[in-house]
C-alpha cells in the first residue's frame, strides 16, 4: 500500500485531532518525575482538540492500582450527562517516568503520555504524539491543575513551554469548568 493511499485510509480517523506534517516533536520531560507526588485529581484548563474528550468540567484522577498499574478515570459532562472513561497507564521505561503510556482500549496500543513540567501541587503540562510513517502526526496536549482555574500568566507559562518545544498551539481550546460540582 502506497502512503498517500494509506494517509488517505487514515484521515478520517484523524479529522478530529490536531495534525501536522512531518515526524512528532520530541520536547524534554519533567526531570526527576515522582508519580507519587503527581496522583490524585487534576482538572483539564486548555487543550489540543481530542475527538475523544468532550464536554465541560473535564478532570483526570490518577491512583496506583494493587498490580503496580495506574489507574486513569477521566469524567466530564456533556449534553446533561457524566462521561467517564476509565483506562491504565504505564511507566514503560523506569529510567523516563514522566513518559508514561496510557491506554482506555484493551485492543489499542497505548498511547504516549508525557508529563512535560509539572510543580505537583497546582499546575503541570502533558504532551502526547503519534507519529504515522513519519509523514505526519497527530497530538495532543494538555494543561491540567489541581484546582478548576489557573491564573492568566500560568497558563501562558505553560503554553510558551510547549512552544518552545516545538508544539502547534494554535488550535488550543480552553475547557469550560464554570458550574461544575465537585465529587
Known sequence: MSAVNLLLLLLPLVSAQT??????PDPKVQPNFNLQQYLGKWYEIEKLPASFERGKC??????????????VLN??????????????????????PAKLGVGFSYFAPYGSYWVVTTDYTSVTVVYS????LRLFHFDYAWIL???RFLPAETVRYAKDLLIQEGVDLSK?????????KDN
Not at 473535564?58 to 489507574?71: F, L
Not at 459532562?77 to 511507566?91: D, L, P, Q
Not at 504524539?129 to 504515522?132: A, H, N
Open 58 to 71: 473535564i478532570e483526570a484522577n490518577y491512583a496506583v492500582r494493587k498490580d503496580s498499574t495506574i489507574q
Open 172 to 180: 488550543m481550546k480552553a475547557t469550560d469548568q464554570t458550574g461544575c
Open 19 to 24: 495534525y501536522h506534517w512531518g515526524p512528532c
Open 75 to 96: 469524567s466530564g459532562f456533556y449534553k446533561g450527562k457524566v462521561e467517564v472513561a476509565e483506562g491504565t497507564a504505564v511507566i514503560p521505561d523506569p529510567r523516563e
Open 145 to 147: 491543575a489541581r484546582s
Open 129 to 132: 504524539c503519534t507519529d504515522i
